[in-house]
């Protein structure tokens, strides 16, 4: 009888064990397989993903979506930062930014620049609303009109995309209802956070980490400190929407950007910028982005698929280095190297260190990556 009680518990146990075994091996191999969903939101995560990389895609989306606001007349320039609200392409911005301007221009995060009207200001919020119709299928910033920020709550101070300004600031709320006054404009109920407002950011967008979505406009900040200010969206929602539903296209107006001189010292930033935009928008997959940054002719060798189907094995892109070569004939030749982590069919992970050139030129007015081809085959 010792001996059966002994073979029943053996032939338990190991009934038990492939059972489990088996669990397990069908998990792993679904999870696999299984195809990787997301939500396709703001703030929309990969499961493969850390929060790192989660941010890090945060940001990117959210600087589709700014633009970098120049605005001059015969005195002097300022620029800062404004965010695309709408289909319209109407973009929400600080008043002081755009303040006796008699020419706007605005810029993306792809270089691509196009002219804007002023549709209006209001000097004692410091909130203005300019509109840029070329914008109209851009994904808009999605707002929350409603959410009045607690103290603790952890945002993204967003600046404008492109140059020296391109600056993102990570923070918190650790202030409501702050009132003041600086050159003439009146600040109630403001946002006090613990992040940066320079001239770049001002008139970008407060995002919320947590939701993804704006609640504020960034506008002031203490110089040489990590305090800044921003307003409110729910303060000036209301004005915003009467300035969206009362401007009237006819009325607007827009300068003439055409005959513009070739500004070889602008050319050059933008040029390296968009170098390291392309891989970056590479690393984290967004191959639509990147394929958008090259030449008509580019396109029309390489469908869309193809392209992506050149890049989809690579997870990570790290610029480690960008090389400019003299201009010549309004175009650039551009080194550019880069170590890249590469996923086989079976999982396996490899680091590489890859050479790409460049060939960058303006096309129709903007900035385009004309042609590109990998060194070391």
């Not at 299984?34 to 939500?39: N, S, T």
């Not at 994904?139 to 995309?161: F, H, M, Q, R, W």
């Not at 109630?188 to 770049?200: C, F, K, L, M, V």
């Amino acid at each position: 009888m010792q001996i059966r009680s002994t073979r029943r518990k053996i032939l338990i146990i190991m009934v038990s064990v492939l059972a489990i075994t088996s669990i397990i091996f069908y998990v792993i191999h679904s999870w696999k397989h299984e195809p990787l969903e997301a939500e396709n939101t703001l703030v929309s995560s990969i499961d493969s993903q850390n929060g790192d990389q989660s941010l890090k895609e945060i940001i990117h989306q959210a600087q589709k979506a700014v633009v970098q606001i120049e605005a001059s007349n015969e005195a002097r320039t300022k620029s800062g930062a404004g965010f695309v609200i709408n289909h319209r392409g109407d973009i929400v911005t600080n008043a002081h930014v755009i303040e006796d301007a008699e020419r706007v221009v605005v810029k993306l995060s792809n270089t691509r620049t196009f002219p804007a009207a002023i549709i209006n200001h209001e000097m004692t919020d410091d909130i203005a609303l300019i509109r840029v119709p070329e914008l109209q299928n851009i994904k808009p910033l999605t707002y929350n009109p409603d959410y009045e920020a607690e103290i603790g709550d952890e945002i993204l101070a967003v600046g404008s995309p492109i140059g020296y300004q391109n600056a993102v600031s990570l923070g918190l709320i650790v202030g409501t209802e702050r009132s003041f006054s600086i050159n003439n404009y009146d600040y109630e109920q403001a946002y006090q956070i613990s992040a940066d407002i320079t001239h770049g950011n001002s008139g970008g967008p407060l995002i919320l980490r947590e939701t993804g979505e704006v609640i504020g406009i960034n506008a002031a900040g203490v110089e040489d400190t990590d305090i800044g200010f921003s307003i409110p969206m729910f303060r000036v929602n209301d004005q915003i929407t009467n300035w969206v539903e009362s401007a009237k296209d006819k009325d607007l107006s827009y300068p003439n950007l055409a005959n513009q001189s070739f500004d070889k010292e602008a050319f050059t930033e933008n040029a390296k910028y968009i170098s390291k935009y392309f891989f970056e928008s590479i690393s984290i997959r967004d191959y639509i982005n990147a394929y958008t940054l090259l030449g008509s002719a580019k396109q029309e060798s390489m469908d869309y698929t193809s392209f992506r189907q050149t890049f989809k094995s690579i997870i990570k892109i790290t610029v480690d280095r960008v090389k400019l070569h003299p201009i010549e004939n309004q175009e650039v030749t551009v080194n550019v190297q880069v170590k890249a982590t590469i996923r086989d069919e079976d999982y396996k992970e490899t680091e590489e260190t890859r050479k790409y050139q460049l060939q960058i030129a303006k096309e129709n007015g903007q900035i385009k990556i004309i042609d590109y081809k990998k060194q070391n085959d």
